[in-house]
């Protein structure tokens, strides 16, 4: 899986730089001296809280307090110097500066267990990723696979779009879907159709059985009353488009059933033509509106070829002037790119499209047949 906006090991520590912890140590220093050489009218003191409080925005709690203490031995040595450490004035600078040396740690260590929590659940997340979404392999039998996942949330690592594969006896299939909707919600629909396509991929003989198996699937749970959902939710307000695909090792096409997911691309010979099904099925969850099953239709799929998988965030990002992404055009112009080089390039490009901020997640899988 190319990383996307996936997040690497996180890793935390609350040891602040060199450069940084300079600023305050030489904020000390300057008041210091300034203050001991200035009139006796001239109070420079105050200047001194600003040492604890810059630490506390980039360091632990330990070094927050050892720099307030600083600045309280400073204040105390210029008392001295001064006139003394009983004299009223310097007292009081003194007092105000342990006071305010105290909060800022305080808040220091609030922050860092914050902080700490924070990189905890993006750990966590990280690891249901891997068991929910988990990555693709590069290579199954005569294809080469690539994938990506963009999460539109900055600190969120997956949503409702989904991908899959899963090898049967001298074929693969695969599974590209978007949940409608967000949160916790998506992913929990996104899991139960991911782990119902693995489990059923290698024992379901035919497209339309494995189609079949997974709507009953995502049926009986959004008709299920302790499933978690809104009591008030319409049921025709749930489902997830899917486009469900078997490539044969052996045979130079791909069979497929799109449940109202946008048509994959296939790229040949520097062409693009859109995988448009002539008997499309509703989506995943609506299928009980329209009784007449599922069909599975057929297209080329030969050596050389590129198919590229999708969801609608990738065609539905948006530029300053309100212009959709042209996947098709770009897959066009770097025709004779591997998979993984392909959406490297299309993920730098969509985003810088998008201005780097996307309305919604987006997913893409490239398939190519090598022989």
């Known amino acids: 899986m ?22 305050p140590l030489a904020l000390i220093a300057v008041v210091t001296v300034v203050d001991v050489l200035a009139p006796p009218e001239v109070h420079l003191g105050p200047f001194l809280v600003a040492a604890p409080a810059v630490t506390a925005s980039f360091a632990g709690p330990r070094t927050t307090a050892a720099v307030g203490a600083l600045a309280v031995l400073a204040q105390s040595m210029v008392a001295i110097m001064r006139t003394s450490l ?10 105000a500066l342990v006071l305010i040396s105290v909060i800022v740690t305080f808040f220091a260590y609030l922050r860092e267990r914050h902080e700490r929590e924070l990189t905890q659940l993006r750990s966590i997340a990280e690891a249901a990723q891997q068991v929910v979404l988990r990555p693709l392999p590069h290579r199954i039998g005569p294809l080469r696979i690539a994938s990506v996942y963009l999460a539109a949330e900055a600190e969120a690592q997956i949503g409702g779009d989904l991908y899959a594969v899963a090898r049967t006896a001298g074929a693969s299939r695969f599974i590209i879907g978007d949940v409608r909707g967000k949160g916790l919600e998506a992913i929990g629909d996104a899991a139960l159709l991911l782990g119902a396509f693995r489990a059923a991929a290698h024992r379901q003989a035919t497209l339309p059985a494995l189609v079949a198996h997974l709507e009953g699937t995502v049926s009986s749970d959004l008709d299920d009353p302790t499933s978690g959902g809104d009591e008030a939710e319409d049921h025709g307000e749930s489902f997830i488009t899917a486009a469900v695909l078997d490539v044969a090792d052996q045979e130079s096409a791909l069979h497929m059933i799109n449940c109202g997911h946008p048509p994959p691309l296939r790229l040949h010979g520097g062409k693009v033509t859109p995988l448009e099904v002539q008997h499309p099925a ?38 300053t002037k309100g212009e959709f992404y042209p ?21 730098e490009d969509l985003l ?20």
């Open 2 to 23: 190319l990383p996307g906006r996936r997040r690497g090991d996180l890793q935390w520590s609350w040891e602040p730089r060199p450069a940084l912890l300079a600023v």
């Open 86 to 95: 009983t004299d009223l004035n310097h007292t009081l600078q003194i007092t």
């Open 282 to 319: 509703p989506p995943l969850g609506l299928t009980g509106f329209d009784p007449s099953g599922f069909t599975g239709e057929v297209f080329a799929f030969e050596a050389g070829d590129v198919v590229v998988l999708y969801t609608d965030g990738v065609i539905e990002a948006r530029d």
């Open 327 to 347: 996947l098709a055009e770009r897959v066009a112009a770097w025709s004779g790119m591997r998979p993984q080089a392909l959406l490297s390039i299309l993920c």
């Open 352 to 371: 810088h499209h998008a201005g780097g901020h996307l309305g919604d997640d987006a997913a893409m899988v490239a398939i190519e047949r090598m022989a």
